[in-house]
T-cell receptor, first 113, second 115 residues
Framework: AQTVTQSQPEMSVQEAETVTLSCTYD???????LFWYKQPPSRQMILVIR??????QNATENRFSVNFQKAAKSFSLKISDSQLGDAAMYFC??????????FGKGTHLIIQP | ETGVTQTPRHLVMGMTNKKSLKCEQH?????MYWYKQSAKKPLELMFV???????ENNSVPSRFSPECPNSSHLFLHLHTLQPEDSALYLC??????????????FGPGTRLTVL
């Protein structure tokens, strides 16, 4: 079975600062994919960033980047220059190539002005 | 309409009622999913459909009955639910079942309350 663990139920960061959200996972698959999703209050869940496990290079999307440590099964999300619009629940998810995604419990990110 | 839509957005029902949730995707995808999102718990995958065939059940109680009449529409039929079934029900779609083909696109969800 696949598992995803997000150990930070809530994080707070000052606007314009950098914050890192943690995620660890476990899978027996050799080929898999990792995702960070953002769910703003009362709004749809959207993809923030995606990482293919076979790629060594960390994915980046503008202010969002990941630190993918395959051996440690760690997949953290770094948000640089935090903005008020970044406030949301962030979910780490694991795709094993077959069906659906396995999600963590989420981290509630608060942006302080 | 674009993306993934869900109706209704909010639903309150008694334990003896029968209701249905509807999901429609306008992305030309071949796989659709139902997830349950409860407070302080990870999203739980309930059902997966690929090319209109159900491929995953995940031991969901029979009081939840999915239906996928075509690749664009997905329903979740509800009957004799329990209060613990109150949650946000999310529909998602992807190009194919395999996550190698990219992300899942989510609808806004239906907030279900069972009295």
């Amino acid at each position: 079975a696949q598992t995803v663990t997000q150990s930070q139920p809530e994080m707070s960061v000052q606007e314009a600062e950098t914050v890192t959200l943690s995620c660890t996972y476990d899978t027996s698959e050799s080929d898999y994919y990792l995702f960070w999703y953002k769910q703003p209050p009362s709004r749809q869940m959207i993809l923030v960033i995606r990482q293919e496990a076979y790629k060594q290079q960390n994915a980046t999307e503008n202010r969002f980047s990941v630190n993918f440590q395959k051996a440690a099964k760690s997949f953290s999300l770094k948000i640089s220059d935090s903005q008020l619009g970044d406030a949301a629940m962030y979910f780490c998810a694991l795709g094993g190539g077959a069906d659906g995604l396995t999600f963590g419990k989420g981290t509630h990110l608060i942006i302080q002005p | 309409e674009t993306g993934v839509t869900q109706t209704p957005r909010h639903l309150v029902m008694g334990m003896t009622n029968k209701k249905s949730l509807k999901c429609e995707q306008h992305l030309g995808h071949n796989a659709m999913y139902w997830y349950k999102q409860s407070a302080k718990k990870p999203l739980e995958l309930m059902f997966v459909y690929s090319l209109e065939e159900r491929v995953e059940n995940n031991s969901v109680p029979s009081r939840f009955s999915p239906e996928c009449p075509n690749s664009s529409h997905l329903f979740l039929h509800l009957h004799t639910l329990q209060p613990e079934d109150s949650a946000l029900y999310l529909c998602a779609s992807s190009q194919a079942r395999d996550s190698a083909y990219g992300e899942q696109f989510f609808g806004p969800g239906t907030r279900l309350t069972v009295l």
